[in-house]
């Protein structure tokens, strides 16, 4: 029974996290556009000001789920971003002003790298995670039925 609900908190997880990669892809090619001129710094500013509370949203999900689900190295890692988030959002700058973006260009960009480098080691740890929980249900549930198929397999082979 408990593998059922591993498998449920890890394929949540990998939805929570694929849309943080996302998010913050978005924001980083919006920033590449600008930086070569290909949206104005209004769209620019616009368009990463939208994705600030869906982030923060599933930011919030992702600590939420790690607590409940025990996982603490995860934690740990979700927390350090969510603090700083919470850092930002309470020193004024979670939005771009439209005023300041090229200013704040080079930082911006470097911050959302960073995030994203973190954001895929945790990528890989969920995706880890997820194919271990299906494997184990399976095994779990069809585990014999497998196992002696394989053996008469190999044997036949012989």
């Known amino acids: 029974m408990l593998e059922d609900w591993s ?3 890890w394929v949540v997880s990998f939805l929570v996290e694929a849309a943080l990669l996302g998010i913050i892809m978005y924001t980083l090619i919006c920033l590449a556009d600008l930086e070569n ?3 104005n710094p209004h769209d620019s500013a616009s ?11 599933m930011q919030a999900t992702q600590v939420f789920l790690f607590i409940v689900g025990g996982k603490w190295a995860l934690l740990a890692l979700s927390i350090l971003e969510a603090s700083w988030m919470a850092r930002t959002y309470l ?4 939005m771009m002003d439209v005023t300041e973006i090229f200013n704040e260009l080079p930082k911006e ?3 959302r790298l960073m995030k ?4 895929l080691l945790m ?3 969920i ?11 399976l095994m779990d549930t069809h585990g014999p039925a497998i196992s002696h198929t394989i053996m008469s397999n190999m044997a036949r082979a012989r």
Not at 47 to 56: A, S
Not at 127 to 137: Q, T
């Open 47 to 57: 368009r990463i000001n939208k994705c600030v509370l869906p982030e923060y949203i």
């Open 91 to 94: 020193k004024g700058h979670s």
């Open 37 to 39: 001129d290909f949206m």
């Open 123 to 125: 990528f890989i740890v």
């Open 127 to 137: 995706i880890y995670r997820v194919v271990e929980a299906a494997v184990g249900f």
């Open 116 to 119: 994203l480098f973190i954001h």
């Open 109 to 111: 960009k470097k911050v």
């Open 7 to 9: 498998l449920t908190f």
